[in-house]
């Protein structure tokens, strides 16, 4: 069976040209770039024009750039070095709806002394820029909000933000790791100190990722050891991996107005097909400003798992912000601080498309998921009788 | 996603007995939308009380269904008394076994029953209704909580939520729900006094503190910590912070900050001096 693959916030497949620059440096160019040797040499340079294709999709100097593992290691320095570099100030300011490689860092540091505000969203997902200016403090060492949200695809408007912080003194850092590809990037114009952005989510392999760091900004490396990376990540570099990312950043550049013009079309014809389809649906963030790949959309009375099982047996992967796919009892952290009714979050699924998806794919989930939330609901004791007022308001 | 078996998978997409039973005997119904799942469960019955059908509706994951759909077809054809010796580990056997953080699922299943014959008996409460709130994200009483330690033999706060779901949200009731678990267990009686505890004096030089925390430890906390499968080795004691290192089952487990307060912190303050704080080193 043919997977139809509609969770690329995920993780998306390697493009076929990423992978075919990466193979030499897994077999015969598998020298250290380090090496003083012509042969290591060699790859180093390869090297240098990986940094530089990657400096080019975000619109910064090769010397801003700092390869590493993923997303989450590219957050959790930002935000570390921030704060070791202004011993002074304790406070610390994000989102509710932050990805748990930023949420999970600041709540670390709440318990180890530091101060956090936590800025909520409203029922689009939207940040309230005046809840942000009331929360700088003298001691607010960094603001770190995400570029675009993950699950519901909700795009913050990172360079008012930046322009508010820088004002009042504080660092910025924002993790922009659904924002590579699907929105220009450039750094230039954008006054933020430190982005995450990582491979996996822009057709390169997974373990590998960037961190953008401002020149003159100071930097308080998390790895030490070697003189990789000019000191600011010690350990050999995964070449092949940033090999594969330097052409994956090429290649999403080439691709933005794809993305925003057929993906998102792809992306608006499922979801106004699955609402014209099935009712008591809704999309999580519906007039938000979002990113062309992304529908979040909750069906009421039947459950986020089951969908998901369902749609497996078709060979369709999507995601669920209810509690029963995650470790957690509680849905979604983010649709919760959305306001999203119980009686939603609960059925949310969000799909998450690519530039690999295809008309016919979403002809079949637009054939399949309405037959399967009918069936879910004939077994739900929840499903709402002709003219009866919903069950739960919540 | 979770492991499941292929014969959840099969009840999941193929669930036996959904629906409704219009002139049902009895009706029980558990769980709500807020919560994740529920289970609204239908018995008809013969003059002896045998069940000659059983419908269920569903709402929740995979297992959820899975589990209502097992439970149908275990208790069909039973009576009434019978169906009520199925237990929630039966359910769960006879799909072959359920991710362990899915087991409220078949305790849904079982509480469902119970509330039907609730019903039928003309009782005004299931019996999962009784007790005190304990965790209020879920609406799971103290005596669900005590019922589900005893039948499925549970000796960690995190099987606790497995089973219950208390425990599974804001996290505000952990700390009772560790206190439950502990008088459950008969840990609080267990922990008998030491022999130097009634003489202790007002203020222990540092080698006195080093040696009651030390025994205290070895022989009363350690040993039951292993008990469970868990274990706990003293690293330092540094003025009135004691350093830890946790070791077995306790250093994987989700609740070890719970187990570290709740039993390890609150025997040492009752065993050495009441500022003790105990601290974790990885
Ligand atoms: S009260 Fe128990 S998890 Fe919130």
Not at chain 1, 194 to 211: E, R, T
Not at chain 2, 218 to 247: C, F, H, M, Y
Request: charged share 25%; hydrophobic share 40%.
């Amino acid at each position: 069976m043919a997977v139809i693959y509609l969770d690329n916030n995920a993780t998306t497949r390697v493009d076929p040209a990423v992978l075919e620059e990466m193979l030499p440096f897994f077999s015969e160019r598998y020298g250290n770039p380090s090496s003083m040797h012509a042969f290591g040499g060699s790859v180093g340079r390869e090297l240098s024009q990986a940094r530089e294709r990657v400096a080019q999709a975000l619109g910064c100097a090769p010397g801003e750039v700092v390869f590493n593992a993923c997303g989450t290691e590219g957050d959790n320095t930002a935000i570390r070095s921030a704060l070791a570099s202004q011993p002074e100030k304790r406070h610390i300011i994000t989102t509710r709806v932050e990805h748990p490689a930023v949420l999970n860092v600041v709540k670390h540091l709440e318990r180890k002394g530091y101060e956090a505000t936590y800025l909520g969203v409203d029922h689009e997902g939207m940040l309230d820029l005046d809840e942000l200016r009331d929360s700088l403090r003298p001691d607010t060492a960094l603001v770190s909000v995400m570029w675009a949200n993950n699950e519901t695809g909700a795009v913050f408007p990172i360079h008012e933000i930046a322009r508010i912080a820088k004002e009042r003194g504080a660092l910025v850092h924002t993790d922009a790791v659904q924002v590579l590809g699907k929105i220009p990037i450039d750094l230039k114009t954008l006054p933020v100190d430190f982005l995450a952005v990582s491979g996996h989510k822009v057709h390169a392999p997974k373990g590998v990722g960037a961190l953008f760091v401002r020149k003159g900004v100071q930097y308080r490396p998390f790895m030490l050891g070697g003189h990789q990376e000019h000191g600011r990540r010690a350990g050999t570099e995964n070449t092949t991996g940033i090999i594969g990312l330097g052409k994956a950043c090429e290649i999403a550049q080439a691709n933005i107005a794809h993305e925003n013009s057929a993906v998102k079309a792809l992306r608006d014809r499922l979801e106004a097909g699955l609402l014209a389809a099935i009712p008591e649906a809704r999309v999580n963030g519906s007039t938000a400003s979002r990113l062309p790949n992304t529908t979040n959309i909750s069906f009421q009375y039947v459950e986020g798992e089951a969908i998901l099982l369902m749609m497996d047996a078709f060979g369709i992967c999507a995601s669920s912000g209810s509690a029963c796919t995650s470790g957690s009892l509680e849905p979604s952290h983010v649709l919760r601080a959305m306001g999203v009714p119980f009686t939603y979050a609960h059925g949310s699924i969000r799909f998450s498309l690519s530039r690999f998806n295809t008309d016919a794919e979403v002809d079949t989930v637009l054939a399949e998921l309405p037959k399967i939330i009918a069936r879910l609901r004939e077994i739900s004791p929840f499903k709402r009788q002709e003219g009866e007022a919903p069950a739960c308001t919540c | 996603m979770w492991e499941y078996t292929d014969k959840v998978r099969e009840h999941f997409i193929n669930p036996r007995n959904v629906g409704e039973i219009p002139d049902a005997d009895c009706v029980g119904e558990v769980g709500s939308l807020a919560c994740g799942d529920a289970l609204k469960l239908f018995l008809k019955l013969d003059e002896n009380e045998r069940i000659v059908d059983a419908k269920f509706q569903t709402f929740g994951c995979a297992s959820a269904i899975a589990s209502s759909s097992a439970l149908t077809e275990m208790i069909k054809g039973k009576t009434v008394d019978e169906a009520l010796e199925v237990s929630n580990q039966d359910i769960a056997q006879f799909l072959g076994g359920l991710p362990k953080e899915k087991m409220h699922c078949s305790v849904m299943g079982k509480e469902a029953l119970e509330a039907a014959v609730a019903n039928l008996r003309g009782l005004p409460v299931a019996p999962h209704e009784e007790g005190e709130v304990v965790c209020e994200c879920f609406g799971v009483t103290d005596q669900t909580i005590r019922r589900a330690i005893a039948e499925n033999n549970l000796s960690t706060v995190e099987e606790i939520t497995d089973f219950t779901k208390a425990g599974g949200g804001c996290g505000k009731c952990l700390d009772r729900l560790a206190d439950i678990l502990a008088e459950a267990k008969g840990q609080k009686k267990e922990l008998k006094p030491l022999e130097i505890a009634p003489a202790k004096p007002a203020g222990l030089t540092n080698m006195q503190r080093m040696k009651l925390v030390s025994k205290t430890i070895e022989e009363e906390i350690a040993p039951s910590l292993q008990k469970d499968g868990g274990d706990i080795e003293l690293v330092d004691v540094d003025g009135k912070t004691v350093l830890v290192k946790l070791r077995g089952a306790c250093s994987s487990c989700k609740s070890s900050q719970v187990t570290l307060k709740q039993f390890v912190e609150k025997r040492l303050r009752e065993a050495v001096e009441q500022d003790i704080t105990v601290q974790e080193v990885r």
